[in-house]
Nanobody, 124 residues
Framework: QVQLVESGGGLVQAGDSLRLSCAAS????????MGWFRQAPGKEREFVAA????????YYADSVKGRFTISRDNAKNTAYLQMGRLKPEDTAVYYC?????????????????WGQGTQVTVSS
């Protein structure tokens, strides 16, 4: 079992930056990949970014590449999503997830545990 708690969301203006955190507990943190997804009102949950168990391999959706950075600190059992140059279309509830698998980290179905989500709202 893994428990996840996201934090760091809020209301910001277009062009601002924000850092989300995802604190994990339960299963040993360094044994699984972490991902961030988001869900806007009326839309399906979509992939944002993922990071391998050791932090050395990262994956990004095209829509956030170059603006967002995913990272993890295995000593703190925490994953991060640094978001820059935010746009109104980035407005969504952001969820972190745990994948116990080894591939296809962009797929929602590869994730075994989810946090409760944190709201990010970007005003124009």
């Amino acid at each position: 079992q893994v428990q996840l708690v996201e934090s760091g969301g809020g209301l910001v203006q277009a062009g601002d930056s924000l850092r989300l955190s995802c604190a994990a507990s339960g299963r040993t943190f360094s044994t699984y990949a972490m991902g961030w997804f988001r869900q806007a009102p009326g839309k399906e949950r979509e992939f944002v970014a993922a990071v391998s168990w050791n932090g050395k391999i990262t994956y990004y959706a095209d829509s956030v590449k170059g603006r967002f950075t995913i990272s993890r600190d295995n000593a703190k059992n925490t994953a991060y999503l640094q978001m820059g140059r935010l746009k109104p279309e980035d407005t969504a509830v952001y969820y972190c997830g745990v994948s116990l698998g080894y591939s296809d980290f962009e797929s929602l179905n590869e994730y075994d545990y989810w946090g409760q989500g944190t709201q990010v709202t970007v005003s124009s």
